[in-house]
């Protein structure tokens, strides 16, 4: 079974510093993975994937991140953090051999909070 | 294109009472997911429709839970009698064709007394 690891409950950093939120992950084979963020009082919002081909890969709001098989990690990185981006991060994955199914397995969520 | 929109945003009862929430998926999306956050835990899949059909139920916590998806548009998801552990937030979604994104609504905060 796959499982997610988000090991840091809360991530803080002042505005304009960067900022890397954790993710590890374990599935058998070769995974596709997710960011996700929550703002207040708002849904999940896909932020990006990985699902083969670059290892570093780009998405909204000015993040990236740098999927690393060696170390089965999938860190969620911005070169420069903004007030705005403080909410709750999930990552999540899915096992590429549930043919037709997008269940994902996510992490517990990762708290970042900008300091202005 | 309207969004994945969920109803109540926020329900408060008390134990035993029944709730029932609603999904009403992107118009003519056949797959719609239900996920469930429990308090300061994951995000964790409960079920998954085909149109009108059940195709992964096996996230569905007991027997105190029931979705439906009648014609294959809306879904509902009621739980009765409900209990203080069900209290969390109940995510529908859709996966976006040909991307293997899910597209989420803003979910519906259950908080049992």
């Known amino acids: 079974a796959q499982s997610v690891a988000q090991p840091e409950d809360q991530v803080n950093v002042a505005e304009g510093n960067p900022l890397t939120v954790k993710c590890t992950y374990s599935v058998s084979g070769n995974p596709y993975l997710f960011w996700y963020v929550q703002y207040p009082n708002r849904g999940l919002q896909f932020l990006l994937k990985?699902?083969?081909?670059?290892?570093l890969v780009k998405g909204s709001y000015g993040f990236e991140a740098e999927f690393n098989k060696s170390q089965t990690s999938f860190h969620l990185k911005k070169p420069s953090a903004l007030v705005s981006d403080s909410a709750l991060y999930f990552c999540?994955?899915?096992?590429?051999?549930?043919?037709?199914?997008?269940?994902?397995?996510f992490g517990k969520g990762t708290k970042l909070s900008v300091i202005p | 294109e309207a969004g994945v929109t969920q109803f109540p945003s926020h329900s408060v009862i008390e134990k035993g009472q029944t709730v029932t929430l609603r999904c009403d998926p992107i118009s003519g999306h056949d797959n719609l997911y239900w996920y469930r956050r429990v308090m300061g835990k994951e995000i964790k899949f409960l079920l998954h429709f085909v149109k009108e059909s059940k195709q992964d139920e096996s996230g569905m916590p007991n027997n105190r839970f029931l979705a439906e998806r009648t014609g294959g548009t809306y879904s509902t998801l009621k739980v009765q009698p409900a209990e203080l552990e069900d209290s969390g937030v109940y995510f529908c979604a859709n996966h976006i064709t040909g991307t293997g994104e899910l597209f989420f609504g803003e979910g519906s905060r259950l908080t049992v007394l």
């Open positions: 999540a994955v899915r096992d590429p051999s549930g043919a037709g199914s997008y269940q994902l397995t």
């Open positions: 990985y699902i083969t081909g670059d290892n």
